[in-house]
């Protein structure tokens, strides 16, 4: 079974960037769908964006159209997710997670891996 490191995670002002990344192990990375969420204390995970097992489709809620570009490096078992622009509301936790579906799913209980998560803060 892959196991999944997030890093990246930080505190950053709103109007930055930020680049988070997921690193596989244990298995190929390009075994699987890759998708990122993220959960905000007292509120559900909810999903921010996927990919699918090639990079050739990806989906992306609609707080992170426009904001935020999904991507992956299967050659390096690596996953990213580029923020551009953060705001207050994009603080959370963000996990990446690996799903073995056909098709990109976007509910949390069809990704049955997960990493433990960075922290993103983002200031005013």
């Known amino acids: 079974q892959v196991q999944l490191v997030e890093s990246g995670g930080g505190l950053v002002q709103a109007g930055g960037s930020l680049r988070l990344s997921c690193a596989a192990s244990?298995?190929?990375?390009?075994?699987?769908?890759m998708g990122w969420f993220r959960q905000a204390p007292g509120k559900e995970r909810e999903f921010v964006a996927a990919i699918a097992r090639s990079g050739g489709s990806t989906l992306y809620a609609d707080s992170m159209k426009g904001r935020g570009t999904i991507s992956r490096d299967n050659a390096k078992n690596t996953m990213y997710l580029q923020m551009n622009s953060p705001r207050p509301e994009d603080t959370a936790s963000y996990y990446c997670a690996a799903s073995t579906e056909l098709y990109i799913p976007v509910s949390p209980r069809e990704y049955y891996v997960w990493g433990q998560g960075t922290q993103v803060t983002v200031s005013s």
């Open positions: 244990g298995r190929t990375l390009s075994t699987y769908i």
